[in-house]
């Protein structure tokens, strides 16, 4: 059984429905209730089980009501993908605070309020997989993305240090950090600097992947075995600059 957080379009959407025709129960959260609804209804109308909440990653309250949801539909928990995620790069000079903000809160609280959520279970049960969205730009630097880049660092750092943790404390939580590259999701529309965003749509006209490639990677990380030590994955075309 899996939670989905950012479930109503892009890589969200491609997991949900990716893992449930391999026959995972998923729970799919995010803001638009119309999309959700959709995407549920699809799944389940192709033989799959799925639920789902509207809910703002940034509200802990929420995420402790998709956790309780899926331990009342489904009996349980075994693995949370936190996927939701801003992408409205422009110049620091621009000072775009509204936008830094928003991102540090979805970003960064986002991640920390699910894993608020479901960690207790987690450890209550010495059992469960955090999966988390990053991005290349958590890997290195690149004009635009200061504060972008900056809540994805932080992803990839929480994400390790929870993996030691786990390890330390025997709670036996496994870990795995999605390192995308360009891929064609609804992010590019969240940007509002006007010089950025030109340069972001070439980008991704030139070197764009689907959102699908995304999914296999995340049903490949939830199939490894459990005494696997693989925890990164970076994901994009061979010919991408990065």
Known sequence: MVIITGASSGIGEAAAKRLAKEGAKVVLGA??????????????????????????????????EIVRL?????????????NAGLMPSSPVSALKTDEWNRM??????????????????????????????????????????????????????FMEVLR??????????RTATIYPAAIRTELLDTITDGQAAEAMHGLYEKFGISPERIADVVAFALDLP?????????????????
Do not use: C, H
């Open 70 to 82: 899926a331990k009342e539909t489904f009996g349980g928990v075994d693995a949370i993908f936190l």
């Open 104 to 157: 540090v809160d979805v970003n960064i609280k986002g991640v920390l309020n699910g894993v608020a959520a479901v960690l207790p279970t987690f450890i209550e049960q010495k059992s469960g997989q955090v999966i988390a969205t990053s991005s290349v730009a958590g890997l290195k630097a690149y004009p635009n993305g200061a504060v972008y880049g900056g809540t994805k660092w932080f992803v990839r750092e």
């Open 31 to 64: 803001r638009r209730r119309d999309r959700l609804a959709k995407i549920a209804g699809a799944i389940v109308e192709a033989g799959g089980e799925a639920v789902f909440q509207e809910m703002d990653v940034t509200r802990q309250s929420d995420n402790d």
């Open 226 to 242: 459990e005494d696997t030590t693989v925890n990164e994955f970076t994901v994009g075309p061979a010919n991408q600059p990065w």
């Open 164 to 173: 030691m943790e786990s390890a330390m404390e025997g709670t036996n939580i």
